[in-house]
């Protein structure tokens, strides 16, 4: 089992800043590829970027990248989401999430675990 807890979510204003965590605990954390989704009212879960377990391959969705950087420091067990330029329809809970195999980073079937999410919210 790993163990996923978020944090870092808030409120911001459009063309603000936020930095969001996702420390974990279990299994060893470098075995797994991580990524991050949010997910806002009414709409389906999306993915928001990914990092493979060296964090030698990072991915982005279309919508923030540029924007978003996604980072992982094995050493600590946590992964991080920094976010600038952010939107108001960045507004979502964000969710990190944890798989073991490679591929598929893209899709949420194919995370094992999740945590329970951070509320960001950007006022316009």
């Known amino acids: 089992q790993v163990q996923l807890v978020e944090s870092g979510g808030g409120l911001v204003q459009a063309g603000g800043s936020l930095r969001l965590s996702c420390a974990a605990s279990g299994r060893t954390f470098s075995n797994y590829g991580m990524g991050w989704f949010r997910q806002a009212p009414r709409k389906e879960r999306e993915f928001v970027a990914a990092?493979?377990?060296?964090?030698?391959?990072?991915y982005y969705a279309d919508s923030v990248k540029g924007r978003f950087t996604m980072s992982r420091d094995n050493a600590k067990n946590t992964m991080y989401l920094q976010m600038n330029s952010l939107k108001p329809e960045d507004t979502a809970v964000y969710y990190c999430?944890?798989?073991?195999?490679?591929?598929?980073?893209?899709?949420?079937?194919?995370?094992?675990?999740w945590g329970q999410g951070t509320q960001v919210n950007v006022s316009s």
């Open positions: 990092i493979s377990w060296s964090g030698g391959s990072i």
């Open positions: 999430a944890a798989k073991s195999q490679s591929g598929g980073y893209y899709f949420p079937r194919f995370y094992h675990y």
